[in-house]
């Protein structure tokens, strides 16, 4: 087993980075088009209060706590997400785009105790109630009269937010500790849930800063927040580095997002990174005058500098344009019962556009019959 100093759990890497980087902004985001930001200590503090609030529930289970969170990206959802899993205890993600069925399927075979939920989904969660036994309490992620809301759980004054207990036994998670649970999207049949340790995850997220650019960085995200390689290269990496993570949350207001933001990095999927492509050149041929790099600016904002691809192919030829802008682009290889990084992009090597990149460090692989591959680290999944 490798080790990183003493940075093997959620709860060691968050503690590191807020003593660090305490005056930092770690969240950034927009509403009514005006930005906030979120301290690093201040985000300790919001991680600290859901840690203790739980651990009071672990006090009467005996066992951790499972949090269901269901929606979409923001400042609530990832502290949240966060809190449980630095206090010791187990984050599920769900895909806030499931149907009735497959949500109540999650939710179940995960055991989940708690689940919070953006208010958008409440006529569905409703719905969930009757046939989700387990769960004992629900929580809106946003402010809702007479709802029972995570802000409730925020402004309690027993939750001072420089304790993950209120009283009694601190829990702290080993490197082997289950951390999260999510959910393949079943390509193969059945969703998967996949077992995801404190270490897994850490693990996984260090081994990348090997190579990677150490230093602090502003980063927009955009992909799922459910999805573990947003979890990983959104925030655990971003964590670690100090970084500033800009929310875009719903899709359509990446354009809005983009310019107000201004990311040096952003991991999309080439599908979008090729949408936004045409748009810069459609801006080009619509004004004669415009240079490509002028486009690029009005469109990414005058600091992006990488983009990272993964979730499906990047071609060869939409790599060649980004890279004559002057934007460094690559695509690496990864899946979710990996937590997930297996290789990762190579920027000075524009003769490899079409390579998966290298196998990172501490990594494994061969190609095994019929062209499978097969990896072994300490990064995969339990169970």
Known sequence: MITYENTRTIR??????????????????????????????????????????????????????????FGSSSAYYISVLMGSMASGNVAVPLDYQMDLEHLTDCLNRSDVDILFY????????????????????????????KTPCLNDILIDIKYTGKSWVVSGEDYKADPDDLAMILFTSGTTGHSKGVMLSNFNLVGNALAQMEVDDPQPTIVLNVLPIHHVYCIDADIFAMI???????????????????RMFEPVVIHLVPMIAKALYNKIIAMVNADPGLTTRDALYQVYGRRISRIVCGGGGLAKDLAEKYYSMGVHIGQGYGMSEHSPVISEPVYDRP?????????MKHVEVRIGAENEVQV??????QG
């Open 240 to 258: 670690h580095k100090g970084a500033t993570i800009c929310i875009n949350g719903p899709l359509s207001q990446l354009g809005k997002h983009l």
């Open 12 to 69: 060691d890497m968050l503690e590191k980075s807020v003593e660090e980087f305490r005056e930092t902004s770690f969240l950034r985001y927009e509403r009514d088009d005006l930005i906030y930001d979120i301290s690093y200590e201040r985000f300790g503090e919001l991680c600290r209060i859901v840690g203790a609030f739980l651990n009071e529930r672990r006090v009467r289970l005996g066992r951790q706590v499972k949090v269901g969170l």
């Open 351 to 359: 003769d490899k556009f079409l390579s998966a990149g290298r196998v």
């Open 376 to 381: 072994r680290s300490p990064f995969v999944m």
């Open 118 to 145: 953006d208010w958008e989904h409440v006529p569905l969660i409703n719905d969930a109630r009757e046939h989700c036994p387990k769960i004992t309490e629900y929580y809106s992620l946003q402010s809702v009269k």
